[in-house]
């Protein structure tokens, strides 16, 4: 007798936990937008710039460039001949026919692209 109140006791209080588990609306898989993106990145934008050969800044590297400082705007990665550079390096030589992807608000991606396109005079 005094086993089959403690198993009651338990069966209670096990079902008691299963009614509350299972009235709970289940977690969000996918947190809001708002938890993922910081809020200095909202307005971030992303633009792919291909280098023509008459680009000004074929053959530099990219802290020469001072993209950054000029306007604004920064390189987060590179697709050259089928390979991926993820964040490069301020060491890493920008190239004839590279896809450069810059970050930054639609200002500072504007400024950039008109950096990067340039067309450079032919030499005399």
Excluded: W
Excluded at 4 to 17: D, G, L, N, V
Excluded at 48 to 69: D, F, Y
Excluded at 89 to 101: F, H, N, P
């Amino acid at each position: 007798l005094l086993l089959r109140k403690s198993f009651t006791r338990i069966y209670s209080k096990a079902q008691a936990a299963l009614r509350e588990t299972l009235t709970q609306p289940p977690p969000s898989r996918h947190p809001e937008p708002s938890t993922v993106i910081p809020p200095m990145m909202r307005d971030a934008k992303l633009k792919t710039v291909v280098l023509a050969s008459s680009s000004p800044v074929v053959g530099k590297l990219i802290a020469e460039v001072q993209l950054r400082n000029k306007t604004g705007a920064s390189v987060v990665g590179i697709e050259r001949e089928g390979e991926n550079i993820i964040n490069p390096g301020a060491d890493e030589e920008l190239k004839t026919g590279d896809r450069v992807l810059l970050l930054g608000s639609g200002d500072q991606l504007a400024a950039a692209e008109a950096l990067m396109m340039q067309q450079v005079a032919p030499a005399a």
